[in-house]
Antibody
Framework: QVQLQESGPGLVKPSETLSLTCAVS?????????WGWIRQPPGKGLEWIGS???????YYNPSLKSRVTISVDTSKNQFSLKLSSVTAADTAVYYC???????????WGQGTLVTVSS | EIVMTQSPATLSVSPGERATLSCRAS??????LAWYQQKPGQAPRLLIY???TRATGIPARFSGSGSGTEFTLTISSLQSEDFAVYYC???????????FGQGTKLEIK
């Protein structure tokens, strides 16, 4: 059974870059599927940030595309999110997730709260 | 961008009764629609994909229907553990885009 675990700073200053990593266990990223990030501002709904295929192809939400980079490190079996020039509007719980090549997301990390504040 | 609209925002239902949640897409998404359940402090859980297929381990009281732009999630006999927020998600342009509805909060009447 796959497990996903997010890690990274819980506090980021405005204008800086938010960086998170998702460690995957129970499945080798290099074997396939799409790996992505979804966020949820406090008390609000879900927003897809972007995804990466195991081969490295990336797909980003057009509204965030200019600020987002998702990468994969198959040697460490993990993938990462970088979101630049953050503002308070980027404060959210960030989830990493696995999409088994269908579009529906069956596997989620527990989520990590990132607060943007000086 | 395809916009997903869920109704109602809040639904109050008594345990044992049926709950019907709606999701409308701004343009056709065929059957590329999923439903998720989210409880406080937890990650969402996939309930339904392909508009009507239950995910692994999901009880039969959960059912999905619809295609095109109109979708429904029905919970046939509400259990205490079913009170949560429910989201629909379209993936018609997968893997290029996914969008979620704003959610329906199902609360105990």
């Amino acid at each position: 059974q796959v497990q996903l675990q997010e890690s990274g700073p819980g506090l980021v200053k405005p204008s800086e870059t938010l960086s998170l990593t998702c460690a995957v266990s129970g499945y080798s990223i290099s074997s396939g599927y799409y790996w992505g990030w979804i966020r949820q501002p406090p008390g609000k709904g879900l927003e897809w940030i972007g995804s990466i295929y195991h081969s490295g192809s990336t797909y980003y939400n057009p509204s965030l595309k200019s600020r987002v980079t998702i990468s994969v490190d198959t040697s460490k079996n993990q993938f990462s999110l970088k979101l630049s020039s953050v503002t308070a509007a980027d404060t959210a719980v960030y989830y990493c997730a696995r999409d088994k090549s269908s579009g529906a997301v069956a596997d989620w990390g527990q989520g990590t709260l990132v607060t943007v504040s000086s | 961008e395809i916009v997903m609209t869920q109704s109602p925002a809040t639904l109050s239902v008594s345990p044992g009764e049926r709950a019907t949640l709606s999701c409308r897409a701004s343009q056709s998404v065929s059957s590329n629609l999923a439903w998720y359940q989210q409880k406080p402090g937890q990650a969402p859980r996939l309930l339904i994909y392909g508009a009507s297929t239950r995910a692994t381990g999901i009880p039969a009281r959960f059912s999905g229907s619809g295609s095109g732009t109109e979708f429904t999630l029905t919970i046939s006999s509400l259990q205490s553990e079913d009170f949560a927020v429910y989201y629909c998600q379209q993936y018609n342009n997968w893997p290029f885009m996914y969008t979620f509805g704003q959610g329906t909060k199902l609360e105990i009447k």
